[in-house]
């Protein structure tokens, strides 16, 4: 007991290096840690993203893009489907229900969704949850639009207001629809996913803007006005991809089937948690480079440990020397030091732990708005607790070098240090 | 000690021989020698810390040549308490800490220790018998003490449990002669009361009147040293 007492109060003794040690430690376990969060947290927050939805039709193309340019936003579509082929695939006997997207414009650099009431009522997100409204309600004319979280903040619309939407996705489009001016008719409580900074239009509207249109700009012998489109009633030619959810999961290959092998026109339909994994696949690359930076960084405040215990080495052989004198074995003198490298690798880790949970806490708010990345605050899991270990271990490892040099020391200056 | 050889590892070229000697039981020897000789090279050897690659060397009865490193260890934990000349202690810790730690290793002495009650009781009559007031004990760290009482700290430790021999090796050349005079006075007075044997080595032959025998390090040992490097 006395002698773990000393050991103790030997590393008190040396309390500066000692916790600047403990800190190297905790800050490049938090940084391992914090990678691991922020990855496992982006995956979840993409996996979130799209709940509920059984599949998600385009035109022929890779799983992937499908998944980005429809759920994410990311991209464009290079291809549409046409009414038609989104009806048949709507009357399919598996079908429970099916949401058009229409993608192609935007609004001050927000892009523009076309889609229909469905949308409202099917798309879900987070485990489940469906979209609420903070203010006002769903489209209930032609030209009503529905704005996201970000995008109402980011524009500054409230309810009622006004907006033009351009053609393309540039900021700054030259070719705007400004003949067919939109009423902001509600706008969505935020969830954290692309939904926040979109804008939402009916799919007549998308169609009506692009009436008087060919080819991407205004046709100069045709213009038709709000009101005579309004009277119309515009049925939509093409759209650019569809959620799809099924009755029953059991039919979700059938379903596919029948849409990658249809006659018509090629399609695909893609199972967004297979799109994921390949997109999983892809960005594991990057995130294999980032563990691995982030293990170097944990390599390198070991290593910081080992050269802190090293230098005190020589300055402790008279500590040493006493030890053997009252009956140390230099097998003791071994175990001190290597406990005390076990002490300052758990108190980093520890330190670490604690220290990673108080940012999470504090920064979740502002990532979680910002990034739209939900970072859980849960206890680690096997994979953080076996990294944890890891680092335990590798540093009573690396505390075998000055333990085996204090060793050969203490065997070497018998009760007298020599030089 | 019968035709023990000895030489330190590696490349200090120090070896030291010593052919025939013998310390009875509760004598108290004074090996003096000059600084520098060999003499804290025959302590180490003496109390097995170091083993020698030749001869053989008993103690109390056992020869520790043929003892395993952690039995020797072990064995002198039990046998021997140990004063350096000076940094007897370990700064940082408590005085009490610092006298209790030979009983860590060493389960027999922990029990005389204890035999008239606690460690740290014993800790405490000790030091109070060789000057140190319970005020000063009591929560100070040793690195706080000044030479002469650490002196007497490292006495203290070297005493608890009541080990058969005392080493001391050159435990005054750091006190001035007063201190020297008293400091030698109470580390008599516990080893005759523990009936040990005291083996001290010191480079002063004026501490001679207090020993029963005193000896020449040049008449026992013969050192031979290398070119050094």
Known sequence: MTVLRLALQSIANRWMTALLTVFAIAISVMLLLGVEKVRTGARASFANTISGTDLIVGARTGEVQLLLYAVFRIGNATNNITWESYQDIAARPEVAWVVPLSLGDSHRGVRVLGTDLGYFRHYRFRRGQSLRFRAGGPFSDLFDAVLGADAAAQLGYRIGDTMTVAHGLGGTAFARHDDKPFRVSGILAKTGTPVDRTVHVSLGAIEAIHLDWQSGRRDPDFHISADEVRRIGLQPKEITAALIGLKSRLAVFRLQRFVNTYAQEPLSAVLPGVALQELWSLVGTAETALGAVSIMVVATALLGMVTAILTTLNERRREMAILRSVGARPATILGLLLSEAAVLTLAGVTVGCAALYAVLAIVRPYIDARFGIYLAIDPPGPHETVALAAIVVAGCAAGLLPALKAYRLSLADGMTVRN | ?229
């Not at chain 2, 020897?29 to 053989?56: E, F, N, Y």
């Open chain 2, 1 to 229: 000690m019968s035709a023990v050889r000895f030489a330190w590892p590696g490349a200090r070229r120090f070896s030291l021989a010593v052919d025939g000697f013998a310390v009875p039981r509760g004598e108290r020897l004074l090996i003096i020698g000059a600084s520098g000789a060999g003499k804290s090279t025959l302590l180490s050897l003496m109390c097995g810390v170091v083993t020698a690659q030749a001869g053989t060397l008993r103690v109390l009865g056992k020869d520790i040549g043929g003892l395993s490193g952690g039995a020797r260890d072990r064995f002198r934990a039990e046998h021997f308490g140990i004063i350096f000349q000076m940094f007897n202690l370990l700064p940082y810790g408590s005085v009490l800490d610092n006298v209790l730690l030979p009983l860590s290793f060493a389960p027999a002495r922990r029990a005389r220790a204890t035999a008239a009650g606690s460690a740290q009781e014993e800790a405490r009559r000790l030091l109070r018998s060789l000057g140190l007031d319970d005020d000063l004990v009591h929560g100070s760290r040793a690195a706080e003490l000044s030479v002469g009482q650490q002196q007497r700290v490292a006495a203290a430790r070297a005493l608890i449990g009541a080990p058969e021999i005392i080493v001391a090796d050159e435990p005054t050349s750091a006190l001035d002669r007063d201190r020297r005079q008293i400091f030698l006075d109470l580390l008599f007075d516990q080893v005759n009361r523990a009936d040990g044997t005291l083996v001290m080595v010191s480079h002063d032959a004026t501490l001679a009147p207090h020993f029963h025998r005193i000896v020449r390090f040049d008449d026992i040992a013969t050192t031979m040293r290398g070119d050094g490097r």
